[in-house]
């Protein structure tokens, strides 16, 4: 009887240490709230920390490099330009036109009446200018022909190699006096100025037979179309 009772002890002090052990070797519940104290007023927060022991990152902030941008970009451009031209403003024409540069005729007209024209072409290499009118005579006259102050052109008459003017010559008018025919004709060049000839030979022409001149006989200025100069 002693016996069985020892027994049945032992076994029910086995049994409460195995319900010890178990109740020891439980895990905490992982989702039971945290037990911590909250954080005393005024305290400095310290920072949760990654695997590294450095400070999360702060997915708002763009991460600082670790090393200074330089920007290693380098450009240089070189332009150069030259321009030139060979055009340059035409020298002004100063040569007269000479019996030595020129070649001077003279011929008859059907309209208007009782006229002749002169006709000036340049046979020279260069450019040459028609100044003021011709300085005629007629055979051996002692004064020159008159000439029409009212045919004065606008501009000097310039002429390129090969070019003409041309000038009118009024024979006779309505009312003769000293009237003749004359043979020859007798052309001075006007210089610049306008005063006296060049001094340069002069031509001398033939006239076309029966050519009768008078006291009205008078010239125009040179002209560098023909129409022009026979309207005087």
């Known amino acids: 009887m002693r016996k069985t009772a020892v027994a049945a002890a032992l076994l029910a002090a086995l049994s409460l240490t195995a319900c010890q052990s178990t109740d020891d070797g439980k895990k905490p519940d992982a989702s039971a709230p945290s037990t911590s104290?909250?954080?005393?007023?005024?305290?400095?927060?310290?920072?949760?920390?990654?695997?590294?022991?450095?400070?999360?990152?702060?997915?708002?902030?763009?991460?600082a490099g670790s090393g200074k941008?330089?920007?290693?970009?380098?450009?240089?451009?070189?332009?150069?330009?030259?321009?030139?031209?060979?055009?340059?403003?035409?020298?002004?024409?100063?040569?007269?036109?000479?019996?030595?540069?020129?070649?001077?005729?003279?011929s008859q007209v059907s309209r208007p009446i009782n006229h002749l024209l002169l006709t000036l072409t340049n046979t020279g290499s260069k450019a040459c200018n028609a100044?003021?009118?011709?300085?005629?005579?007629?055979?051996?006259?002692?004064?020159?022909?008159?000439?029409?102050?009212?045919?004065?052109?606008?501009?000097?008459?310039?002429?390129?190699?090969?070019?003409?003017?041309?000038?009118?010559?009024?024979?006779?008018?309505?009312?003769?006096?000293?009237?003749?025919?004359?043979?020859a004709l007798t052309v001075h060049f006007a210089p610049r100025s306008g005063s006296g000839s060049t001094g340069t030979a002069p031509d001398?022409?033939?006239?076309?037979?029966?050519?009768y001149i008078d006291d009205n006989a008078a010239v125009s200025y040179w002209q560098s179309d023909m129409s022009d100069a026979l309207t005087f």
């Open 131 to 183: 100044y003021h009118a011709p300085l005629l005579r007629f055979d051996d006259a002692q004064a020159p022909t008159r000439v029409m102050d009212d045919s004065r052109p606008q501009a000097v008459v310039t002429l390129a190699p090969g070019e003409s003017a041309y000038a009118s010559i009024i024979l006779s008018g309505d009312s003769s006096e000293n009237g003749h025919t004359a043979k």
């Open 69 to 106: 941008a330089r920007d290693t970009g380098t450009g240089s451009g070189t332009g150069s330009g030259t321009g030139s031209g060979s055009g340059t403003d035409p020298a002004p024409v100063t040569t007269a036109c000479v019996g030595e540069n020129t070649k001077v005729t003279v």
């Open 37 to 63: 104290a909250p954080d005393a007023p005024g305290a400095t927060k310290t920072p949760a920390t990654g695997r590294t022991g450095q400070p999360a990152a702060n997915p708002e902030r763009t991460p």
């Open 204 to 211: 001398r022409l033939t006239l076309p037979a029966g050519t």
